[in-house]
């Protein structure tokens, strides 16, 4: 690992007092929030998340969350803030060692409570996967969260941790069987099942609002190397798939996958963070599986040219009212509790060293990607960034899940959040 990240503690710098929980939940009222409540309740008899309180800018919708947990919320503290109010966001931060916020479209309301955290020395975890945001925090905070000794972590979600991991616990099989890190890593998406969530939905559409009027952020959003720290992005050329093609390691067509754009910039940011343990030259892409023959390639055509679609009409305000309208799940809303057990998520990843050997592994969750398992990786992320990541471990600044929790994190995933990582010996 870097010197950074486990740069000694400054000594100029005040102790901050002890704070009264471990975990603070900003946003536990959203759709995403509720479903991590419920599984940090759940996790709380085993008394390995820590104490933690819910927080949120209404009181009445905390209090019927708090009644909706049963016994395990009776007595959960409420705290009432609301995501533009510096002052109550201050107040919250001096409560807990972590927060965990779920607030979003991060790039309209999630700033402010970055800022206080990066200030104050806060460690803070989210689930966005805004791309354009992530980049605009580390530009205008990073230097105070490594002055402070905040550890930021954005994307503990399903964007990126199944891809962040998954590379990381990659590497770590390669390096046991063959004495060398796999120099080339794609990941295909074998199968999921689950929906979106009006958060998902507000936040996509944002994102391409954004593009639609600025032509820098469009160029920014095809560096694959945006997120990396200035000097470290590799000047390797990254694949990235635009339509159909022909994969003949998976045997199979592909389609492009849609969270392609933050994973592959987690992914390398991670190795460009921990100096270059993938190699200078690594190469990471993802993409969808859809299947052989005429039937696979017509479901790449289909994929590619849906997400077109729903680009085109994002971007136009028109066509995007109608869709918000009509169409799309509207805030707080989102899959229910049965499609959220019914669904899955089954990645593969495929490794090749410098001198040709593979290895293949596959990365699985037992709850649809997006807000059963994601609800579940949040609530381990924040845990393990307060319980397992000591401050003489990792000093300030803006980490990836990989960076800053890697190993613990695996641990915790497999152990209670029903992810699974394995290496596939075919
Ligand atoms: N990475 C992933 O895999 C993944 C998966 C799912 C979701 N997400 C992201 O997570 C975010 C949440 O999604 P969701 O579907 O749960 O959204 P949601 O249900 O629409 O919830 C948004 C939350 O933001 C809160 N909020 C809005 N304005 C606020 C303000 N001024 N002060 C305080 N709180 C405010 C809302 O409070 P009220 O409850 O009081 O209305 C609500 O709790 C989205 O950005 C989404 O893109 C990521």
Not at 23 to 32: D, H, I, M, Q, R
Not at 66 to 71: K, N, T
Not at 129 to 141: C, D, S, T
Not at 246 to 257: I, Q, S, V
Request: glycine share 12%.
């Amino acid at each position: 690992m870097t010197e950074r990240r486990t740069k000694q503690a400054d000594p100029k710098r005040r102790a901050r007092p002890a704070a009264e929980f471990d975990l603070v939940v900003f946003g536990a009222t959203s759709f995403v929030g509720r479903i991590l409540c419920s599984y940090l309740a759940s996790r709380t008899g085993a008394g390995r998340v820590g104490s933690w309180a819910i927080a949120g800018r209404s009181a009445d919708k905390l209090q019927a969350l708090r009644d909706s947990l049963g016994a395990a919320g009776a007595k959960l503290p409420m705290i009432v803030a609301d995501a533009s109010d510096a002052s109550a966001l201050r107040d919250l931060c001096a409560r807990t060692r972590v927060v965990i916020s779920t607030v979003g479209p991060y790039a309209l309301y999630g700033e402010p409570l970055v800022q206080v955290c990066a200030a104050s020395g806060t460690d803070y975890c989210d689930l966005t996967g805004e791309v354009q945001w992530v980049a605009r925090m580390l530009e205008r905070h990073e230097a105070a969260a490594r002055e402070s000794g905040a550890r930021i972590v954005h994307c503990c979600g399903f964007d990126s941790i199944p891809s962040d991991l998954g590379v990381l616990f990659l590497q770590q099989q390669a390096i046991e069987r063959f004495g060398q890190p796999c120099v080339q890593v794609g990941m295909r998406v074998k199968a999921m099942r689950g929906g979106a969530s009006g958060g998902t939905i507000a936040s996509m559409l944002n994102i391409v609002e954004e593009a639609a009027r600025d032509p820098a952020l469009r160029r920014s959003l095809a560096n694959p190397y945006w997120l990396c720290p200035p000097g470290t992005g590799a000047g390797v050329r990254q694949t990235s798939l635009k339509g159909p093609a022909w994969d003949a390691d998976f045997d199979a067509w592909t389609a492009p996958f849609v969270m392609a754009v933050i994973n592959t910039r987690v992914v390398l940011r991670s190795n460009a963070l921990a100096g270059h343990p993938y190699g200078a030259g690594f190469r990471y892409d993802e993409a969808l599986l859809t299947g052989r023959g005429l039937p696979g390639r017509l479901a790449a055509l289909g994929v590619t040219a849906g997400m077109g679609g729903f680009a085109l009409g994002a971007a136009l305000a028109p066509t995007r009212a109608v869709m918000q309208r009509f169409v799309l799940p509207g805030p707080g809303t989102g899959p229910s509790p049965q499609a959220q057990r019914k669904g899955f998520f089954d990645l593969r990843f495929l490794g090749r060293t410098a001198d040709g050997r593979t290895l293949r592994t596959r990365v699985t969750g037992d709850r649809d990607p997006g807000y059963g398992s994601t609800g579940k990786m949040l609530g381990e992320a924040g845990a393990c960034l307060a319980m397992d990541v000591g401050k003489a471990d990792l000093a300030g600044g803006f980490w990836t899940p990989a960076t800053a929790m890697g190993s613990p994190l695996l641990a915790r995933l497999q152990a209670h959040a029903g992810v699974g990582f394995e290496v596939l010996e075919r």
